[in-house]
């Protein structure tokens, strides 16, 4: 399979690998996938008192494509509120990262990955 | 980016035509090119000769008659010739029962199907999780109309022997046509079918070193055995098999199996060092599964899951080499190995399972070679799988509740 320069930029160095404390409040944590799938991806955020993502970490299981969707979105986060967060959308990941059609999946499942961890975030936050 | 060639590790897909081949093939393109059917001059009889030859190195390696083997197009066409062939001719006699594996090729699996949807009934039997068939289930499973079994030899993805000597005598005891693919063995399990209880084997010439789009089907004279054609024209191979036949592929596949009996006894042992030396290196890295039998088992395959990474990032990461993940045939969707699968292997163990095949240009340097970058990029991949991070964490994976897709 041929993968497109920009996913293979992100394979080879993925931005934002790691983790962030899970306990802590003011981080919020999606983890979306199944290994049976073939892909699990755990996305963590974390704001700063203005709601603001300072910090995205993210492992991924998963295949290129996958990896390069998470690596990206861990790029787009920081920065953006929680708000401007939701909006990502998936057919923007797949557009930047030129996935083909059998691949869209993968930026679907880093969509939900930012809305899960979003989710996670405000559970905790009691809003 | 390197512009070498990855190494090549995936002779079970396919391997290099050996050059003492090439050569021996060439005259019969430019010069010896007549049509072995001609009978009325010198080109077509020495075409006819060169066929003839050929045939008589086929039927050497496995020890049959000559008048027993009948070209075909590869392995696919023998497989689809012998099942539908026989279950065809000996239905109205016998029935419309098959038997066959769930981790046959797809060339029978799918030619199978085609006679369900005839009206025939199948029984895909499970192997045991070490790829071999029970036997005992075996019998269990014939039954009076069972017209055809038919049970590779040796498996594509795994690389696992089958009895076939076993499964073979209670065809026979039974009175049902014993169809065997063989494509995967030649060359590297002995084959005599002076002995073994087998009316119809399937051959391929690319596997051991032959060109590709030439193979054959063995088909017992003694007792006869009788096929349909499911090829109809000038009636060439005793008419099983219509076709003007390719003298150059033809002359090709007798070469290649020509060398294949004379060096495989000490090929096999070379093999086999270069393939324990992988095994023991690979098996360093934690979390690694062998899949399949490994007595049972040619020597040019070794087929490895890591667990807790994907197969297709794996591929992607050791791109320095050419290898499959689960088979050539499949890789090109994002289903997990189905023989893997039937073998009861976990899908995340499925996923991520690689194929790794050893042949007559494998060196121990390629091996070594191959063992450092799994071991680098295994750990790099493991570095960004949360799966792996979960499991240092001492969580058990198969009781998280995962948000399928």
């Known amino acids: 399979m041929a993968y497109s320069d920009k996913v293979l930029d992100h394979y080879e160095n993925p931005r934002n690998v790691g983790s962030l404390d899970k306990n802590d409040p003011t981080v919020g944590t999606g983890m979306v996938g199944a290994p049976a799938c073939g892909d699990v991806m755990k996305l963590q955020i974390k704001v700063n008192d203005a709601g603001v993502i300072e910090d995205a970490k993210f492992k991924t299981y998963g295949c290129g494509s996958a990896i390069a969707s998470s690596s990206l979105v861990t790029e787009w986060l920081k920065g953006?509120?929680?708000?401007?967060?939701?909006?990502?959308?998936n057919s923007a990941i797949a557009e930047e990262l030129a996935l083909p059609p059998v691949k869209i999946h993968c930026s679907v499942l880093a969509e939900d990955a930012i809305k899960s961890a979003i989710a996670d975030l405000r559970a905790k936050q009691g809003k | 980016?390197?512009?070498?060639?990855?190494?090549?590790?995936?002779?079970?897909?396919?391997?290099?035509?050996?050059?003492?081949?090439?050569?021996?093939?060439?005259?019969?393109?430019?010069?010896?090119?007549?049509?072995?059917?001609?009978?009325?001059?010198?080109?077509?009889?020495?075409?006819?000769?060169?066929?003839?030859?050929?045939?008589?190195?086929?039927?050497?390696?496995?020890?049959?008659?000559?008048?027993?083997?009948?070209?075909?197009?590869?392995?696919?066409?023998?497989?689809?010739?012998?099942?539908?062939g026989a279950a065809h001719f000996y239905a109205s006699g016998k029935g419309k029962h098959i038997i066959t594996s769930a981790t046959e090729h797809k060339a029978v699996l799918d030619t199978v199907r085609e006679l369900e949807r005839e009206g025939y009934e199948a029984t895909y039997l499970q192997p045991e999780a070490d790829g071999l068939i029970d036997i005992e289930k075996f019998k269990a499973a014939i039954r009076p109309d069972t017209v055809l079994a038919s049970i590779m030899l040796v498996n594509n993805e795994i690389g696992v022997v089958q009895d076939i000597e076993a499964l073979g005598n209670v065809c026979r005891a039974n009175n049902v046509i014993f169809h065997v693919d063989a494509a995967q063995a030649t060359g590297k399990v002995e084959i005599d079918l002076e002995k073994l209880p087998v009316d119809l084997m399937s051959f391929s010439a690319h596997k051991t070193y032959g060109p590709k789009g030439i193979g054959a089907l063995y088909v017992r004279r003694k007792p006869r055995i009788r096929i349909e054609a499911q090829m109809h024209g000038g009636g060439h191979e005793r008419g099983m098999r219509s076709g003007t036949l390719a003298t150059h592929q033809i002359v090709g596949m007798g070469e290649a199996f020509r060398i294949a009996r004379e060096e495989m006894a000490s090929e096999n042992e070379r093999i086999r060092a270069l393939r324990d030396r992988l095994l023991k290196g690979l098996l360093q890295i934690e979390e690694t599964y062998v899949n399949g039998d490994l007595d049972h088992r040619v020597p040019h395959n070794l087929n490895v899951s890591f667990n807790f990474v994907e197969g297709e990032s794996l591929i992607m990461a050791i791109k320095d080499i050419a290898v499959s993940s689960g088979s050539a045939c499949t890789s090109a969707s994002l289903e997990p190995s189905y023989v893997l699968r039937a073998l009861g292997r976990s899908d995340e163990l499925a996923h991520s399972s690689i194929r790794f095949s050893i042949g007559r240009f494998t060196t121990e340097a390629d091996v070594d070679y191959t063992i450092e970058l799994l071991k680098s990029k295994i750990g790099k991949l493991r570095e960004l799988s949360p799966l792996w991070e979960m499991f240092k964490d001492g969580i058990d994976l198969s009781k998280v509740e995962w948000a399928e897709h």
Request: charged residues 25%; proline residues 7%.
């Open chain 1, 80 to 89: 953006k509120t929680l708000d401007q967060a939701q909006e990502i959308k």
């Open chain 2, 1 to 84: 980016m390197s512009e070498r060639k990855p190494i090549y590790l995936d002779y079970s897909a396919t391997t290099p035509v050996d050059p003492r081949v090439a050569q021996k093939m060439i005259p019969y393109l430019t010069e010896d090119f007549g049509n072995p059917a001609s009978r009325s001059h010198p080109y077509g009889w020495t075409a006819e000769q060169a066929v003839e030859n050929a045939r008589e190195e086929v039927a050497r390696l496995v020890h049959a008659d000559p008048r027993e083997i009948v070209w075909t197009s590869g392995a696919t066409e023998s497989n689809n010739l012998a099942i539908k």
